[in-house]
């Protein structure tokens, strides 16, 4: 059964853009969750890695903030089909480790939207995965 988005198009890139990556940015753990269903699913397309509902994508990102001192997503470039729920953003993101060593990976990212909340996130990250 299909579960349809409830977001408008400016919707759906305030939640990727915005709410999602500024909570990411901020290294805001459970506002950053609070985007996802409990059973979403996480891909990284690039490195055929899934992580699977909010334990899985919490693992994930716990270990993504613990490596990097600063993150951001910046420039971003949105597809949005409001009727399905879907947005594809490309970007650039901007990782700072403490030793000062900066990463720069030029990515896209899909999500499937139900209702208000990602149930589906696709990854093609440009380097390697930093989202282990």
């Keep these: 059964m299909q579960y349809p988005s409830t977001l408008n198009r400016d919707e759906l890139i305030e ?12 290294k805001n753990m459970e506002a950053t969750l ?10 990284i397309q690039t490195d055929h890695t899934t992580h699977e509902g909010k334990a899985g994508i919490r693992e994930m990102f ?7 001192e600063t993150i951001v997503h910046q420039d971003f470039n949105c597809t949005v089909d409001e009727k ?5 953003a490309s970007f650039e993101a ?6 000062g060593e900066v990463t720069r990976l030029y990515n896209t990212n899909f999500w499937r939207v139900r209702g ?10 440009s ?6």
């Design 62 to 68: 716990e270990t993504f903030f613990g490596s990097y």
């Design 34 to 43: 609070d985007c996802f269903h409990d059973t979403a699913l996480f891909t």
């Design 84 to 88: 399905n729920g879907r947005i594809a």
């Design 116 to 125: 208000d909340k990602f149930q589906e996130v696709y990854v093609y990250m």
């Design 15 to 26: 939640l990727a853009t915005k709410t999602y990556f500024g909570n990411v940015d901020a």
């Design 94 to 99: 901007v990782l700072t480790d403490e030793n």
């Design 127 to 132: 380097g390697a995965n930093v989202l282990v």
